[in-house]
């Protein structure tokens, strides 16, 4: 199947994922199943990219997704995300791994041949990702995916879960913890870091951002990532 596909008549799976670009909290991805039946109700409920989306708006609709369709959430913390891209060291074979997880996980609740995810990377990194279940699924990778509403829906539940997990870190570090990665989160990282310590920065933070030495800037001290 060709780039440019029709969704409207397929039963699949579409996945997206929240927090990339994020320097606190975790990388989450998602993935929905969707079938020509359930296709009105996500129009109903506004389904869209979640990037052009207001944060509550997101919440709301997520909530709806994951109480009523075949769904699955992959949740990267910050500190195994540490310790899995000083491994690996290419986000793009990471994000592989969490969409190719959340695909299989799904395709145990729901019997489709297709699944659909923005593309990234090589496209090659999800498909040599997937595992038995995953290899006989027809994938496609597609720039701006969300047009689908699979794809939408998956990045709506993403986001509603990267934003619980960020309300959580923030609750447990006594730090409000923002979104991005713009001078407000170096602030905001280095306020922790005199709470805390640097060195538990990568419980709450992706530690290879060029934040973090803005950070230790901020701060006046000459630490090495951990």
């Not at 990778?141 to 699979?150: D, V, W």
């Not at 306020?191 to 950070?215: D, I, M, Q, W």
Request: aromatic share 6%; charged share 25%; hydrophobic share 40%.
């Amino acid at each position: 199947m060709s780039p440019g596909v029709d969704s409207t008549t397929l039963n699949y799976i579409g996945t997206d994922e929240s927090g990339k670009g994020d320097y606190f909290g975790p990388l989450v991805i998602a993935a929905v199943c969707v079938t020509p039946e359930t296709r009105d109700r996500l129009l109903a409920l506004d389904v869209k990219d979640s990037k052009t989306t207001s944060d509550n708006k997101v919440r709301r609709i997520a909530e709806a997704i994951i109480s009523e369709l075949p769904h699955a959430i992959v949740a990267i913390g910050s500190e195994k995300y540490n310790d899995l891209y000083e491994k690996i060291k290419n986000l793009n074979r990471l994000l592989a791994w969490g969409h190719a997880r959340a695909i299989e996980n799904v395709l145990a609740k729901c019997a489709v041949e297709t699944a659909i995810t923005d593309q990234f990377g090589d496209p090659g990194y999800v498909r040599n990702a997937l595992m038995k279940k995953g290899q006989g699924i027809e994938l496609i990778q597609e720039t701006k995916g969300e047009r689908h509403l699979g794809v939408a829906a998956a990045s709506m539940v993403a986001r509603a879960k990267f934003l619980e997990y960020l309300d959580r870190y923030s609750m447990v570090a006594g730090v409000n913890l923002p979104k991005g990665a713009g001078q407000n989160v170096d602030a905001a990282a280095a306020e922790y870091c005199r709470k805390h310590s640097p060195e538990t920065l990568r419980k709450v933070a992706k530690v290879h951002f060029k934040n973090t030495g803005k950070v230790y800037a901020l701060l006046g001290a000459n630490t090495h990532r951990n």
